[in-house]
């Protein structure tokens, strides 16, 4: 009975500061912050008896019975309990509309945009092409002279790709210890079809080949059909 009594008294104490404090809390709220009463939420009930405010997260309660109602925080900015100040940040994203519009405009800009860099990149492949075959061209003449007016892949047994890309003698013929040679690193790319075969007497255009020589004539030529007369 005696803890019961001493018991009871703590609550009635701890009841008594709690309503001072909540006092001077409220008053403070109502005049700066006031919380509207669509922002809380009832979340449990407490059976003790007496009544106080609840400090913390919970922000008031509701008296009936033996017991009394709890409302806690929903959303808030900001709110103070005593000296303790809590701040609350809402984050914010795009909406699903906002990124489709963004999306609408890109493509637009996109549309705009792209179609005029089509030209540009023609003008450039064309440019490569024409210089490609003013260097092989002079190459071929190089060969020409250093091998007693013989053109590229007219030895027997050797490749017009063989005798611009590796070492010969001045017959023509293979050789790593030759003193001719060789006139390129490699055969150039033709940008329009992106090869790099060359094709022996052939029927000029057609792309099937990157490049067209006549082993009669030493003509050079791209064999893509808009290249042809470069």
């Known amino acids: 009975m005696g803890n019961i ?24 709220q109502t005049q700066s912050n006031p919380i509207p ?3 809380m939420t009832s979340t449990n009930r407490i059976t003790a008896g007496g009544s106080a405010r609840v400090c913390g997260l919970l922000l008031g309660y509701s008296a009936g019975g033996n017991g009394f109602q709890v409302f806690c925080r929903r959303e808030y900015a900001s709110y103070t309990l005593g000296m303790e100040k809590q701040e609350v940040k809402t ?17 637009i ?8 860099f089509s030209p540009a990149a023609t003008e450039a492949k064309t440019s490569r092409v024409a210089s490609d075959l003013q260097v092989m061209r002079a190459q071929i003449g190089l060969y020409k002279i250093q091998h007693n ?14 005798a611009m890309t590796e070492k010969t003698d001045e017959h023509g013929a293979l050789n790593p210890a030759g ?3 060789p ?16 094709e022996i007497n052939g029927a000029l255009g057609g792309g099937s080949h990157g490049w067209q020589f ?3 004539t030493g003509g050079f030529y791209a064999d893509t059909d808009a290249q042809t007369s470069l």
């Open 5 to 28: 009594n001493i018991s009871t008294a703590r609550t009635k104490a701890y009841a008594q500061k709690q309503r001072t404090m909540n006092t001077e809390l409220d008053s403070k």
């Open 37 to 39: 009463p669509s922002l």
């Open 91 to 107: 984050e914010y994203g795009f909406t699903l509309v906002e990124i489709l519009v963004v999306v609408v405009i890109l493509g």
């Open 109 to 116: 800009l996109a549309a705009i945009v792209i179609p005029q």
């Open 149 to 162: 007016d013989q053109l590229p892949g007219t030895t027997a047994g050797v490749t017009f790709q063989q």
């Open 179 to 181: 003193i001719r040679g």
């Open 183 to 198: 006139y390129t690193p490699r055969i150039p790319v033709n940008p329009f079809n992106e090869l790099d075969t060359i």
């Open 214 to 216: 006549s082993t009669t």
